[in-house]
């Protein structure tokens, strides 16, 4: 794959895109979404995973919470990678990912994934350039590995411009319903922004293009919200799911005994 410039790409939503018509198509595209779920689920063949990187206050919660509010909460999990335990790290750095992969019928979410394994560990020095490109095959392996088993996997990189992130981490600062959120290590990072963002540049070249990254503009909430709920429907339709065969149907016996009681025809 080509290299990638991420500072030649916009982080605005395209122009002409009218904020109040996409944010309703956002909310058919959550309906359609819970609906393409339930067939994911009775069916049980495939299973998906969605992974959401970006910087700090990119937006990953708010693209959950628009995008897939109308899943059963039975078909969909969330998973947040923070720093790992200390049991964790006396395995093998994707052992924890691996355990919270998609079973089959199910959405599994990463708010932040895998991938932190070659930025976050990259940019503070915890492991060196020949070490994080080794790992590039581990991640391009692994994701070959769930592939090959049924699960599609989705990867979103949220492209939020820095002024924009100091917007929202001023209003985390004088918001007290989001003052919870922030901390001095959001600061801490954002000063290496230059260093992620190479970071983030050599995933996106690296570990891909069998299972390519979409680069979401993100300085516009609605417009981020939408292109993933969209692009996530699109793959889902694209598995042409359907509905199975119960083990009784209308014209057994037991049936058509239930359709007398109730007096249908």
Not at 104 to 111: A, L, N, R, T, V
Not at 119 to 145: Q, S, Y
Not at 179 to 201: Q, T
């Given at each position: 794959?080509?290299?990638?410039?991420?500072?030649?790409?916009?982080?605005?939503?395209?122009?002409?895109?009218?904020?109040?018509?996409?944010?309703?198509?956002?909310?058919?595209?959550?309906?359609?979404?819970?609906?393409?779920?339930?067939?994911?689920?009775?069916?049980?063949?495939?299973?998906?995973?969605?992974?959401?990187?970006?910087?700090?206050?990119?937006?990953?919660?708010?693209?959950?919470?628009?995008?897939?509010?109308?899943?059963?909460?039975?078909?969909?999990?969330?998973?947040?990678?923070?720093?790992?335990?200390?049991?964790?790290?006396?395995?093998?750095?994707?052992?924890?990912?691996?355990?919270?992969?998609?079973?089959?019928?199910?959405?599994?979410?990463?708010?932040?994934?895998?991938?932190?394994?070659?930025?976050?560990t990259?940019?503070?020095?915890?492991?060196?350039?020949?070490?994080?490109?080794?790992?590039?095959?581990?991640?391009?392996?692994?994701?070959?590995?769930?592939?090959?088993?049924?699960?599609?996997?989705?990867?979103?990189?949220?492209?939020?411009?820095?002024?924009?992130?100091?917007?929202?981490?001023?209003?985390?600062?004088?918001?007290?319903?989001?003052?919870?959120?922030?901390?001095?290590?959001?600061?801490?990072?954002?000063?290496?922004?230059?260093?992620?963002?190479?970071?983030?540049?050599?995933?996106?070249?690296?570990?891909?293009?069998?299972?390519?990254?979409?680069?979401?503009?993100?300085d516009?909430?609605?417009?981020?919200?939408?292109?993933?709920?969209?692009?996530?429907?699109?793959?889902?339709e694209?598995?042409?799911?359907?509905?199975?065969?119960?083990?009784?149907?209308?014209?057994?016996?037991?049936?058509?005994?239930?359709?007398?009681?109730?007096?249908?025809?």
């Amino acid at each position: 794959m080509a290299k990638i410039d991420l500072l030649s790409i916009s982080t605005n939503a395209p122009k002409g895109a009218d904020k109040k018509d996409i944010k309703k198509e956002t909310q058919k595209l959550a309906e359609r979404l819970g609906e393409l779920q339930n067939t994911m689920f009775a069916e049980g063949k495939h299973s998906l995973l969605v992974v959401l990187q970006g910087m700090d206050a990119s937006g990953k919660g708010g693209a959950v919470r628009k995008g897939f509010g109308e899943v059963n909460p039975n078909g969909i999990r969330v998973k947040a990678f923070k720093a790992p335990s200390k049991k964790e790290l006396a395995h093998d750095y994707l052992w924890r990912v691996h355990q919270n992969t998609p079973a089959k019928g199910m959405i599994q979410i990463f708010d932040r994934s895998h991938y932190e394994e070659v930025l976050i560990t990259r940019v503070e020095g915890w492991v060196d350039d020949e070490t994080a490109h080794k790992r590039f095959r581990h991640l391009n392996d692994f994701e070959r590995l769930l592939t090959d088993c049924g699960t599609h996997i989705l990867k979103f990189y949220l492209h939020v411009s820095e002024a924009e992130q100091r917007e929202r981490f001023y209003e985390r600062l004088t918001d007290p319903r989001k003052n919870w959120k922030y901390s001095i290590d959001d600061l801490n990072k954002a000063k290496k922004w230059p260093a992620y963002r190479k970071a983030y540049e050599d995933v996106i070249e690296h570990c891909g293009p069998e299972i390519p990254w979409h680069i979401v503009p993100t300085d516009n909430n609605w417009w981020k919200e939408y292109y993933i709920a969209k692009t996530v429907v699109e793959k889902l339709e694209s598995l042409n799911m359907q509905y199975p065969k119960g083990e009784v149907d209308v014209n057994h016996p037991e049936a058509q005994q239930l359709i007398a009681a109730v007096g249908k025809d």
